[in-house]
């Protein structure tokens, strides 16, 4: 279904060719000024057509308010949002349920709600879903601050190119904050630079190129989450996996962990002054399901965008035969960089529920 | 907290130390007969103490039904089961509470549940608990095979060892059921006796190694799942980091997608006969959060166990001081192995959940 | 929070005065094609300034649907609905936060959202809100009667008049269709017009009446539901609840089995030609959670509205004295007509909900 | 399903003739310290054969508890616990599912279970498995009281006779625990004695009688509970019809709301010192889904015991034919008194849990 969270509950809703696209927000706590321009700003990062590395596709995602603030501020009611659809040209998308394009929904789609399912332009797993999403978002990364909390990702890795990583245990608010300020957020410049060109040879090819965003939330108190099946790994990840495309979630080392020997993985508990710290933080900040109060470190695996202009093979569901097709259009050869609000949002999301609870 | 799924809810209790632990399963169809025996079997693969390469430490993890089963099958009513705690020697677990092992979560409960934390044996973190999930999900994976799906998983990786990978497009029942009869369960016996090499090496140098586990569901129908926060790997994920010591979670090609081109990575649809499948399965048989009905596969960390014998760093939370630790007693240098049988539990939990709803 | 149901999904948002209410209902089976101009006239019937005996406000409550209908037919997404609010005069409604009216929501608003809560025209909890649950309603209505079930409430008592009871073990669905038709759905027209009588005289009173509603769902197979929490009475009377002004949710002879002897109240069972039938239906076709495939019977008790044109005494919160208030406009002097419509809706919702389940 | 509330979440299982019957409780604050002869009066009140009007059948509900108690103390893991079921004598129960007694659940639950159905001693229906939810309730009154609200119901009405009702806008924790200690809660002992006469007229005519339950929970902050579909009402009833035999569910005036006029029912506002209070209270504590801080006031209906020793008309499921049974035993000819400290159990579970979130 198309709701998160417990406390905090975000419904979305709408296809990338409906007449809207939005999103219900219930939960917030009352008295709270979001700062829109700052809402703006993180679904500005989202959108395409923003920088030469990605979509060239221009939406217009001016978000309009039907309830829940009052003079700018939350009243205590859900709030909800709007974003109108202009782009809804009349190209024909109905050949697409006859000959599904590969690693794409339609066919998954087609099977669960059959010839009904709106396929324009993805329909409701259009990534232009995610614009609600980071509206949303945006209203709890300020909560979150109000608490102390920062969220911020980087791009760890793109095709085979990886951003220098931070130490786990000490990354702080102000390196968070200096990646909130790029537009192509990663640690090293030089790193970033080698991305865009990958992303730009891939463009040249008529392909496309995935990577790994990597997200810290600094400043969480220990002793945040629930054993079990409601332990932070768990809400994230049930999140996370909400976002198109994406493959894998993982914690601190991650499957890197599955290489190293225990007395390299575990962290050794220090004092940093009159604070409980740990030398490094391979645990990703949450240990039983419980955050630590280390930084929260997740990984998320972002597949190669599907849409690519290469032909490619399929199938004839109507003759059950084997044909090829070319999916026509301008294609987003990496949504990794868009995908970084995306990431920071949906945590920022789960995360606060889970304070909130 | 401690329940998983919706249609069929799995409440698992108690800790290493207290009289019992235990499950109630709700939503179990009616006129279900359980083998009882295969019940058994798959908790003895989780048992420890059953062969070399795993911990010394034997349980005796005899369940008893209490509920919900008349004449040997489901009437409808909740199958309750207790299994006795016998090994509660008086151990003195107090110090821990004092000077937390690193990568326990004895530290997080503390920040969480205070000073009244079970410690001993890791309360309610302790793998023990992991029995009673087994129990559960041997009736599900049972359930599951008279739907026609068949979940098995491999030990993909111990270490730096690896286990060759099957074709995703074509794993089938006959390949998971070899799996299934193996004490070991890899593909190749070869790369199964180098994972039981770094095991030992690890055993011998008082420490420990972890791994990855992959896990299948064949015969899954097309169609199950749900877009967005209900989807396949959502449930998958949200379940799966309820077992200790998972890192990450990741479908198909998991993280290695972000490493690959889209022309690579897209699954190019092909006719099999005259049903509609893949020519790769990057996408671990899930797309846009439904499956494909080719197989499912999901890869899943596990990182070394944080129990080891060698001294290690930590504070002491009484005088805020560093300090260090010796955690006596012999451990297991790899939970991967009896991690297998869990991981197929909570797979076959959650899958048969969705397919209920 | 405000959104009701498991597999079938509404969530409610808006306020009186905010620029619009409406809602999603996610969970809908797609290929559903809603007669529309029925979801208008079940909401025409809630709306008020229909007729003599209702308020005298006029809403048009015109619904557009944003997501989830593709040339008329549900697609699989979330269907998304707002209806814009154009009655939003500048009345100052502040003074409604120093003195808050007698048995409104004003006041415990206040005590949980503060100063932010919005108490313009009652904010999110105005009645207005009951415009979307009938829309989403409508759909559920709809996607009954094609799996046989037929919904329709009666007025059961208007002030002391009461209307005749139809025999709850034969009701049929003639007899529902009928009361779908009527204006002012009483199965005794003499009733029905001294209820109006005693609304007019409220009227003139400056006061307001109360009401009992009783719905009625036939041709819902027996085996739905669940026991204990889940049963159609748990989800039933949580979901009703949900609607402004209700005090009382019973089944079948409700409150009065209290004062029956169990020989009385026992429905005994009967064969109705190759049908198990009983005599009678106090049960409301409710046991043990679970249908019984008769009639089910819901009484729902809707308090005297609270606005009432009367001078009355209240508080002000802010010199902390008792003082009084009159409220100003003109009321509507029994909500319970425009009720029934949104009692159908919610009790639709729920049954379906079940169904789908 | 089987499981109550969202933070402190209460599983129940069972049978009436299964190995036994017992609870988990999930989500109690660490380091409570539970009375245990408070929780075994609270059971005994409860169980059966404690008094002469009621059933003679005698219990022994000890429950065992299996975990989440350290020294006496809730350390964070799920409180589980377990009664043993001794009675479970050899009768013959199968002629049950042929001929199924008038208003049980042995009908509906055959629809649902099919066959398999654990039809003895009405299974997971029978009265017995609120033997558990007295357990869990007990944890959660004491909690309350640590809040400073107390939870106590008296006998409104058996049969014809009613109780005196104490003024709900001033009904005090004296009068609650006053009730508390009397083996038959009711406020007029003059009324108790003619309900107790009532209820063995029933015995002597082999019939049984109904009641109303109402039942009070004073010193509730203002404020708790959530609009729309997670109110104090939708949560309260949701839970209170999960007891068996319960047929309605209404707040302070309830039904009787209905044929009052609005400047009768509503509760003016009043200075009582320095707090805001009411001249009445018959909106019983709620307004909007939301306390107000006055004392909370929940009727509930019970049914007459269908268990009566008189012949009465079935169906034979086999023949298809109508045909009548006697049920044989000595029946309890009123459940309402052993009823009482279910309800308050139930009230105490779903305050707290709302209260907690």
């Given at each position: 279904?198309?709701t998160?969270?417990?406390?905090l509950?975000?419904?979305?809703?709408?296809?990338?060719?409906?007449?809207?696209?939005?999103?219900?927000?219930?939960?917030?706590?009352?008295?709270?000024?979001?700062?829109?321009?700052?809402?703006?700003?993180?679904m500005?990062?989202?959108?395409?057509g923003?920088n030469?590395?990605?979509?060239?596709?221009?939406?217009?995602?001016?978000?309009?308010?039907?309830?829940?603030?009052?003079?700018?501020?939350t009243?205590?009611?859900?709030?909800?949002?709007?974003?109108?659809?202009?782009?809804?040209?009349?190209?024909?998308?109905?050949?697409?349920?006859?000959?599904?394009?590969?690693?794409?929904?339609?066919?998954?789609?087609?099977?669960?709600?059959?010839?009904?399912?709106?396929?324009?332009?993805?329909?409701?797993?259009?990534?232009?879903?995610t614009?609600?999403?980071?509206?949303?978002g945006a209203?709890a990364?300020q909560?979150?601050?109000?608490?102390?909390?920062?969220?911020a990702?980087h791009?760890?890795?793109?095709?085979g190119?990886?951003?220098?990583?931070?130490d786990?245990?000490?990354v702080?608010r102000?390196?968070?904050e200096?990646?909130?300020?790029k537009?192509?957020?990663v640690?090293s410049?030089?790193?970033?630079?080698?991305?865009r060109?990958?992303?730009?040879?891939?463009?040249m090819?008529?392909?496309?190129?995935?990577?790994?965003?990597?997200c810290?939330?600094?400043?969480l108190?220990?002793?945040v989450?629930?054993?079990?099946f409601?332990?932070?790994?768990?809400?994230l990840?049930?999140?996370?996996f909400?976002?198109p495309a994406?493959?894998?979630?993982?914690?601190?080392a991650?499957?890197?962990?599955?290489?190293?020997?225990?007395?390299?993985h575990?962290?050794?508990?220090?004092?940093?002054?009159n604070?409980?710290?740990?030398?490094?933080?391979?645990?990703?900040?949450?240990?039983?399901?419980?955050t630590?109060?280390?930084?929260?470190?997740?990984?998320?695996?972002?597949?190669?965008?599907?849409?690519i202009?290469?032909?490619q093979?399929?199938?004839?569901l109507?003759?059950?035969?084997?044909?090829?097709?070319?999916?026509?259009?301008?294609?987003?050869?990496?949504?990794?960089?868009?995908?970084v609000?995306?990431?920071?949002a949906?945590?920022?999301?789960?995360?606060?529920d889970?304070?909130l609870?």
């Open positions: 279904m198309n998160l969270g417990n406390k509950r975000v419904t979305i809703f709408g296809q990338s060719h409906a007449p809207a696209i939005g999103c219900v927000i219930d939960g917030l706590p009352s008295g709270f000024a979001p700062d829109m321009e700052r809402v703006s700003a993180i500005a990062r989202r959108a395409p923003q030469t590395w990605s979509t060239p596709r221009k939406e217009s995602d001016t978000p309009e308010v039907l309830s829940g603030l009052v003079d700018g501020r009243c205590g009611a859900p709030v909800s949002m709007v974003i109108r659809n202009s782009d809804q040209h009349s190209r024909d998308y109905a050949g697409l349920k006859r000959t599904p394009r590969p690693s794409h929904a339609d066919y998954t789609a087609m099977m669960k709600y059959g010839d009904d399912y709106d396929v324009r332009g993805g329909g409701q797993f259009s990534g232009r879903l614009a609600p999403l980071c509206f949303a209203f990364l909560l979150l601050e109000q608490r102390g909390v920062t969220v990702a791009i760890g890795r793109i095709a190119v990886s951003d220098t990583a931070p786990f245990a000490r702080d102000d390196e968070l200096a990646l909130l300020r537009p192509f957020p640690f410049d030089e790193a970033g630079m080698n991305m060109m990958e992303i730009e040879k891939a463009r090819d008529c392909d496309s190129v995935g990577g790994v965003i990597r810290f939330a600094v400043g108190p220990a002793g989450g629930e054993p079990m409601d332990g932070v790994e768990n809400r990840a049930a999140s996370l909400g976002i994406v493959r894998g979630v993982s914690f601190g991650g499957f890197a962990a599955a290489g190293m020997r225990g007395s390299e575990n962290d050794p508990f220090c004092m940093d002054g604070r409980v710290s740990a030398r490094t933080n391979h645990a990703g900040g949450v240990l039983g399901g419980i630590s109060g280390l930084p929260l470190v997740v990984n998320v695996a972002i597949k190669p965008t599907a849409s202009s290469k032909e093979d399929t199938v004839d109507q003759t059950k035969e084997n044909t090829s097709l070319v999916i026509h259009g301008r294609h987003d050869p990496c949504i990794v960089p868009r995908a609000p995306v990431v920071e949906v945590t920022a999301l789960a995360v606060l889970m304070m609870e």
